[in-house]
Structures are given as C-alpha cells and as structure tokens.
C-alpha cells in the first residue's frame, strides 16, 4: 500500500507562485508514474501534471504548460509542483496520484485558492 500526503496548498492572489508537495510512505514510489490532478467545485477531475518513473519525461494539461513544473525527489520519496503565474481558474482540490499498472493510489487532496 502506498499512502501519499499533500501539502502546500493555501491562499495566493492571482500572478502568484505555490508549490505543493506530496509525501508518499508505505513503500517506495520510484517505479511509480506519478501525477497531479485538479478538481475544481462542479467539475470533473482533470489531469494536471505527470512525470515517468525517472522523472526524464514531463506531461501537462495545456491549460498549465509553461506556467506549471512538476519534479520528483526519489530519495525524499516526494513529487512535487511549482505553480506559477496563477489564475483564479486554477483554483481547485489537488490531488496527488501515484501509478504502477492495475495499481492507482490517491491523497486526500490540498486547496488551492486563487483570488482576482
């Protein structure tokens, strides 16, 4: 089992920078793909970010590209986002997903706020 922990999240005006992390225990998460997903009230959760077990290759939802950078930290045991240039239309629960085949592990999420 993998349980994974996010913090981070918060309050910031909008142009503003967070950086969330997410803290994984149980087992290591270095085979595991992992991702953030967003989900704004009234809305289906959506892809964020994502990175490959190695963290070599980097995916984004078009609507955070060149704004957003997710890394992981494998010996931290650790996945991160920098959210910069922030709009309120980023404003949502994230939540923290690891992947590994049949396997999809989930926190329970940070808000994130993002005010005009």
């Known amino acids: 089992q993998v349980q994974l922990v996010e913090s981070g999240g918060g309050l910031v005006q909008a142009g503003g920078s967070l950086r969330l992390s997410c803290a994984a225990s149980?087992?290591?998460?270095?085979?595991?793909?992992m991702g953030w997903f967003r989900q704004a009230p009234g809305k289906e959760r959506e892809f964020v970010a994502a990175?490959?077990?190695?963290?070599?290759?980097?995916y984004y939802a078009d609507s955070v590209k060149g704004r957003f950078t997710i890394s992981r930290d494998n010996a931290k045991n650790t996945v991160y986002v920098q959210m910069n240039s922030l709009k309120p239309e980023d404003t949502a629960v994230y939540y923290c997903?690891?992947?590994?085949?049949?396997?999809?592990?989930w926190g329970q999420g940070t808000q994130v706020t993002v005010s005009s």
């Open positions: 149980g087992r290591s998460v270095s085979s595991y793909a």
């Open positions: 997903n690891a992947h590994r085949g049949l396997y999809d592990y």
């Open positions: 990175t490959r077990r190695s963290g070599g290759s980097t």
